[in-house]
């Protein structure tokens, strides 16, 4: 089992940055790719990036490609989300989630983190 809790979300006004996080425990050495997901108000959940657990290859959506940036910090086993350039539209629910080695799907789900963005 992997265990993940997000942190770092609030209330922050249209271009500003924000920084969420995501610390992963439990079975870390069977993790192969961390994602985050993003849900808002009647709307279908959404991909916005993943990272190789491990360090490596990174994948953005196409809604925040250039704004938002993916990265692991080995040592604490948590996987960051730099935010910048927010719109009212960012707002949402961030979840983060991890693929195992085993798994093709993302097995393990972060309780959420709310974002905010006040025009």
């Known amino acids: 089992q992997v265990q993940l809790v997000e942190s770092g979300g609030g209330l922050v006004q249209a271009g500003d940055s924000l920084r969420i996080s995501c610390a992963a425990s439990?079975?870390?050495?069977?993790?192969?790719?961390m994602a985050w997901f993003r849900q808002a108000p009647g709307k279908e959940r959404e991909f916005v990036a993943a990272i190789r657990w491990g360090g490596g290859g990174t994948l953005y959506g196409d809604s925040v490609e250039g704004r938002f940036t993916v990265s692991q910090d080995n040592a604490k086993s948590t996987v960051s989300l730099q935010m910048g350039s927010l719109k009212p539209e960012d707002t949402a629910v961030y979840y983060c989630?991890?693929?195992?080695?085993?798994?093709?799907?993302?097995?393990?789900w972060g309780q959420g983190t709310q974002v905010t963005v006040s025009s």
């Open positions: 989630a991890a693929q195992s080695v085993v798994d093709t799907t993302y097995k393990y």
């Open positions: 439990g079975r870390t050495f069977s993790i192969f790719r």
